[in-house]
């Protein structure tokens, strides 16, 4: 059935209108459901990131290879990881709710390292360096630094230095026994350049002792470097090399003893070590006790013994080159009669004046010596043939026969024998040379004592 339209009536147009918070919450549902998802999702991106730090963090911690302890405001241990396990010995679990300082820390020691600690919780950092005990009852030597954490808890970080410090204190004992030797030291670099010297060294006052920081040791001490390098094949089969050398001073010159002991590292020369030692004395008081042991004390000449051995090695020199040398055998004409007539005083002075004279007219390499009372014995090498030996006789005569002034006044007029012989013509050994000599002396004294029947020695009184 239809029903007529009249009985409806329709608007042409319809408007709702709602109310505008019914709006804000259709539109602020779903936001917030979004920003309830970002958040939500953020979460857990942040909650990924910090597991996946706090996994990385206890990795670090647990890998690191400083010991990493962690302990609460009691000092009581929180965490203790495998490096901590490692160094002291305990496990993690023994380790844990332990008083560190109980725990690894020698009684001598707990006060100071108390104190560190103190230190950090105040300040938020403390170092130290101390003492430590194992589970196996060893004594270590330990660097810490401690942190304090933004909880209160304290951070301790410790690295076990026991061999590096052995090592740092056995450096130090060498070198207190290298500033306390009684010898002078000082060492190289591995091009022989001087890098220390002990106080001791300095102590000498040497006058090149400024100049020494920075020298080649075979500069230094040989004057140059090549004198050292041509020492070098002289070391031993320790890498030693001994010897003398002198250096000047303030006090005047030194004689050293001196050991350069080369040191290698796996074939490798890392150092020269040079070690002095001031035998200046010494060697003063061997030169005097070995001049007066080869020398006669009045006239300074050498003595007998000490003629055989230079006559013995001059020989030996002469035949090898094949030369000549010659012996003057001298006698002094009437010497007793001066002792008998002046003294054993004037005597001497005459011993010592003609002695002087007879040096004065030689060479350097010549040997006078006094054989006897009145007797002396002159040794002259390389001998060139008969003009020369006529020289050096003339020479010698002249020597002694100039006058001698006395200190009181007194002139003396000395005369004497003089006997020649020569090697190899009258003798090969040293006692037949000297007897040849002697026994040709004899014969001059003889010829003389006929064709002068008078004393050959004079004396005459400025004072008359």
Known sequence: ??????????????????????????????????????????????????????????????????????VNSKHSIIEWNQAAETIFGWSEDDANEKNIIELIVPNFDKTHVYTVLKKASKDGISYSKNYNLTHDHREIFCEWRNRLLENGDILCM?????????????????????????DAIFYTNHKGLIEFANSRFFALALEDQGE?????????????????????????????????????????????????????????LISYIANLHDISYITSHVDDLTYRVQHDPLTGAINRATLYDRLEHAMNRAKRKQEQLAIYFIDLNDFKLVNDTYGHEVGDQLLQSITHNIRSCLRNS??????GGDEFIIMIEEVKGEDHLHSVYEAIKTAIYEPVIINSGLVLHPRASIGVALYPDDGEESDTLIKAADTAMYIVKRQKSISEPEPKLYADNHNR
């Open 212 to 268: 020494l920081y920075g020298m080649h040791i075979g500069k230094y001490l040989f004057k140059e470097a090549l004198a050292f390098n041509a020492i070098l094949s002289q070391f031993d089969a320790n890498h030693t090399w001994r010897g003398k050398i002198e250096k000047k001073s303030r006090s005047g010159e030194k004689v050293f003893s001196i050991t350069i002991t080369a040191l290698y590292h796996r074939n490798r």
């Open 366 to 371: 010549d040997t006078v010596c006094r054989y």
């Open 158 to 182: 410790a690295q076990d230095i026991t061999h590096s410090q052995k090592m740092l204190d056995e450096l130090h004992k060498r070198s207190s026994a290298l500033e306390s030797a009684g």
């Open 1 to 70: 059935m239809l029903l007529p339209d009249t009985l409806f009536s329709y608007p042409t147009s319809c408007t709702v209108s709602l109310p505008f918070s019914v709006v804000i919450e259709i539109f602020a549902i779903p936001a917030l459901i979004a920003v309830l998802a970002l958040w939500i999702t953020h979460s857990l991106v942040l909650n990924r990131r910090l597991i996946k730090n706090q996994n990385r963090y206890r990795q670090f911690f647990s890998d690191s290879p400083v010991a990493l302890i962690v």
